[in-house]
């Protein structure tokens, strides 16, 4: 009797053991979904403000095409700037000699010095050299540059290449500068070689600190192996897109003396990487995707080295005719265009260039049918029934794309023919992703590898990076609302029709898409954002109580502020356009008519005595000319305290 007792003491034990590790598990269970949907509502708002920021970079290009055909008038002895934005390269006819004659590598270096032709040892050199935080002499990158266009120019728009089960293809996406990503694949999954082929598809540059290490360790590897290294151009490969997103910033940084000549001739580099790989004839590997009137026999044959950058559309210039003859059937194209004398034009055709824009920015989606990518504003959003037409019309089984940050690394749709795989792990934020990459042969199955560059990131538990990556998010979106401050407020007191300072949480949210366009989970938001009273409603002012933009000089109008702060990366770009020289000097009679066209054509209703009374402050010496660069970050925005810093803040 007294065992049975025990026994079942024993049993009542097991039973609240039970229970309890039920209860510790459910409630883990609950605490980490709420941890990931924080961090899906983080990476959500890093992609909208991303993919905002590159709608409003393309939209450059119809502002480039008013400039055409207003500045010129103003301006008729500046035909170089109408030819870099619309025939062609500025840069000089010069050989290599007239690069490098001029340069000497002293003595003194003790960075890698290559020797060419180059072999498997430069490789290794090289990595060597960029781990210990070493610079590539300006020498050497502008050799690598040289040579690396002479054997691009002999390639194919599209390279073809075949595995088998002995040999497979490692394919890399997107890696933005990430150089320790770079190292990482590398070091699982072996150095490029005759036995150990990759494919890189596309954006190796900008946003990250190592571009150029990045560019440098591909195009020697490209030069070691041509047949085993394949390099796809991505929508990064675009000198325009290098001056907002970082990497002519970079060079001019790191090259202080030679960063010029470098910039021009990596601007041509870029023009004759290839547009695509195919494997094995079943296997397309582009870097963003395709449309419905997508035509490769086409897209085999176009000159690809005139498609300078997807913000220089295709316009006919004095005495131009370009005349093009579409078929969507593809197969029997032809499109060319042609100069008032008979000569060959200097750009695609604008049928030509819209095939390259779509394969470089289209994004797939679940729904059916091809419409225009309107986050991104180029390219566009392709469905399942799209990808089976065009796979199905080239006798292809899967397209494989890059593009997209994902969260683990990669993606499968579309009934597994799209994979997306994007290699730049913490690409937002420590901790925001994985990055990954894709090994395959031919009739196997492809298998998938993730990773995550650890540092900082290791020994801190989830929570506190979920809590990083959130704060991050919140920071940018609130920089973004403050850009729009004047907008906003008139949008919700368009709602306010009592004039209390307050509105429902559905006006708000209303209001706060109407303006931002961000397509964002406002509601869920809101405790971030905004004060709410007991009855639900929102003090809309509460919205910018703890920031606004410092302003350069008091007596401007905050409008004024707001618009140059919104505009800057743009304003910037155009500058740099201007600035051919790149001495980060413009005079004041350029700043005040590029400003006046700007202002005409993204009608922006800002009175020019405010502009004028900006411009000739900044104009600190009093010379008659601009740093644009000091003058645009003079605008920023100061952030007066920080509630995301409480370790209790979540999105969910």
Not at 207 to 228: A, H, T, W
Not at 263 to 279: A, H, K, N, R, S
Not at 512 to 525: A, F, I, K, Y
Request: hydrophobic share 35%; glycine share 6%; charged share 25%.
């Amino acid at each position: 009797m007294g065992c049975g007792t025990s026994s079942s003491a024993k049993d009542r034990k097991s039973e609240n053991a039970l229970k309890a590790a039920l209860v510790i598990q459910n409630w883990y269970r609950g605490y980490s979904a709420r941890l990931k949907a924080r961090q899906r509502y983080a990476l959500t708002i890093f992609q909208s403000i991303e993919y905002a920021d590159e709608q409003g970079q393309l939209q450059l290009s119809n502002f480039f095409s008013f400039m055409l055909e207003n500045y010129t008038h103003v301006h008729e002895k500046d035909r170089e700037l109408v030819t870099r934005l619309f025939s062609g390269s500025i840069q000089d006819k010069k050989d290599r000699q007239d690069y490098l004659g001029l340069i000497d590598v002293p003595d003194s270096y003790s960075g890698p010095r290559l020797q060419f032709p180059l072999t498997f040892t430069d490789i290794d050199l090289l990595i060597e050299a960029f781990k210990q935080q070493q610079i590539l002499h300006a020498y050497y990158v502008l050799e690598v540059l040289f040579e690396t266009k002479k054997v691009l120019q002999q390639m194919p728009n599209f390279t073809h290449t075949k595995t088998s089960p002995s040999k497979e293809i490692t394919i890399c996406g997107d890696l933005h500068g990430k150089l320790d990503d770079l190292f990482l694949i590398f070091y699982k999954n072996g150095l490029p070689s005759v036995s150990n082929p990759y494919v890189f598809n596309g954006d190796f540059v900008d946003r990250g600190k190592n571009s150029m290490e990045i560019l440098m360790i591909l195009f020697v590897s490209f030069l070691v192996y041509p047949n085993d290294l394949h390099l796809n151009r991505g929508n990064h490969e675009d000198f325009m897109m290098n001056m907002r997103y970082g990497f002519t910033k970079e060079i001019l940084h790191k090259y202080k003396l030679h960063g010029k000549k470098i910039l021009q001739i990596l601007e041509d580099v870029y023009t004759w990487l290839p547009i695509g790989t195919i494997i094995d004839n079943e296997v397309l590997v582009i870097h963003g995707g395709i449309s419905e009137s997508t035509d490769l026999n086409l897209l085999h044959r176009i000159e690809r080295n005139k498609m300078k950058s997807v913000l220089m559309p295709p316009i006919p210039l004095d005495g131009d005719r370009v005349s093009e003859k579409k078929n969507k059937v593809g197969p029997t194209i032809t499109a060319q265009g042609i100069r008032a004398d008979g000569s060959a034009s200097e750009q695609l055709t604008k049928h030509e260039w819209e095939q390259v824009v779509d394969i470089l920015w289209s994004d797939p989606r679940g729904k059916r049918g091809c419409y225009p990518n309107t986050s991104r504003g180029g390219g566009c959003y392709f469905g399942p029934d799209i990808t089976s037409k065009i796979l199905n019309k080239y006798q292809l089984k899967m397209l494989v794309r890059s593009h997209e940050c994902k969260p683990e690394g990669y993606e499968i749709c579309h009934d597994g023919k799209v994979i997306t795989v994007f290699s730049a792990s913490n690409y937002y934020e420590e901790g925001s992703n994985r990055g990954a990459y894709i090994r395959m042969s031919s009739g196997t199955t492809p298998r998938f590898f993730q990773y995550q560059v650890t540092r900082a990131t290791c020994l801190r538990p989830l929570y506190q990076r979920v809590n990083a990556i959130e704060s991050s998010a919140i920071r940018m979106l609130k920089e973004r609302m403050i850009s729009r401050k004047t907008d906003l407020i008139r949008a919700f007191q368009l709602q306010d029709r009592n004039k209390s300072g307050k509105l429902s949480m559905g006006q708000w949210a209303f209001s706060m898409e109407n303006v931002l366009g961000l397509n964002l989970p406002w509601r869920s938001l809101s405790s971030h954002l905004v004060t709410t009273d007991k009855d639900g409603n929102i003090d809309y002012m509460s919205t910018f109580q703890d920031l606004h933009i410092q302003k350069p000089v008091k007596e401007v109008q905050s409008s004024l502020i707001e618009t140059v702060y919104r505009y800057r990366s743009d304003l910037q770009i155009i500058f740099n356009i201007i600035d051919s020289d790149h001495s980060g000097l413009i005079s004041m009679e350029e700043f005040r008519s590029m400003w006046k066209l700007f202002k005409s054509h993204y009608s922006v209703h800002i009175d020019d005595s405010q502009f004028d009374e900006l411009a000739e402050r900044m104009d600190l010496n009093k010379d008659g000319s601009i740093d644009f660069n000091e003058f645009l970050k003079a605008f920023y925005v100061v952030h007066k305290f920080d509630k995301l810093s409480k370790s209790d803040t979540k999105l969910a």
